[in-house]
């Protein structure tokens, strides 16, 4: 299954006039909590399948899957954004794996990430999202572009490119 296929994006992640109006947003769930990436950034989403292990591999490194004859690794971003990891649940007949092309550090990343559940793909008008909100507490949000809202509903927008910096992530 590839949301990517059929939407004309631009991989490179580069912003077009249109995108400062609507940018359109993959939307997914890790745990309990709802989050979304630029359409932009994904390759395509995959049907779950096992991750081949390496040895020796950063923690956040849960192992390399083949995609159309190429190994991605698969990143635990529950982990990286501080949640219980992905060797704390099993997966589920919902669950995805989201292939990501971007660039971060002057470096093109090719990433692939467990999902409990790929919900949609939506735009976001600027209306629509909000900045992180600051609280007096020392607190790194550098990783997001801002809350969405839907209703009463937030999700976590995703900034890839800062969340994959080039000096925390070697292995790629």
């Known amino acids: 299954m590839s949301f990517a296929a059929g939407y004309d994006h631009d991989a490179s992640g580069s912003d077009g006039p249109d995108e400062?109006?609507?940018?359109?947003?993959?939307?997914?769930?890790?745990?309990?909590?709802?989050?979304?990436?630029r359409v932009a950034h994904v390759r395509e989403v995959l049907d779950y399948k096992p991750v081949a292990r390496i040895s020796n591999a950063p923690s956040m490194l849960i192992g390399m899957i083949d995609v159309r004859g190429t190994g991605v690794p698969v990143v635990d971003l529950k982990s990286e954004l501080r949640m219980r990891g992905f060797d704390d649940?099993?997966?589920?007949?919902?669950?995805?794996?989201?292939?990501?092309?971007?660039?971060?550090?002057?470096?093109?990343?090719?990433?692939?990430?467990?999902?409990?559940?790929?919900?949609?793909?939506?735009?976001?008008?600027?209306?629509?999202?909000?900045?992180?909100?600051?609280?007096?507490?020392?607190?790194?949000?550098?990783?997001?572009?801002?809350?969405?809202?839907?209703?009463?509903?937030?999700?976590?927008?995703?900034?890839?490119?800062?969340?994959?910096?080039?000096?925390?992530?070697e292995f790629a």
Not at 158 to 168: C, Q, T, V, W
């Open 89 to 169: 649940g099993e997966p589920t007949g919902d669950s995805r794996i989201i292939v990501l092309d971007f660039e971060a550090g002057g470096v093109r990343r090719a990433v692939a990430v467990i999902a409990d559940t790929v919900h949609e793909v939506t735009e976001f008008a600027e209306e629509d999202v909000e900045p992180a909100p600051e609280f007096g507490e020392t607190w790194n949000s550098s990783f997001m572009t801002g809350l969405g809202r839907r209703g009463e509903t937030f999700l976590t927008l995703l900034d890839l490119p800062r969340l994959f910096e080039a000096e925390r992530f």
């Open 20 to 37: 400062e109006i609507a940018r359109e947003i993959l939307t997914f769930r890790l745990g309990s909590e709802t989050f979304g990436i």
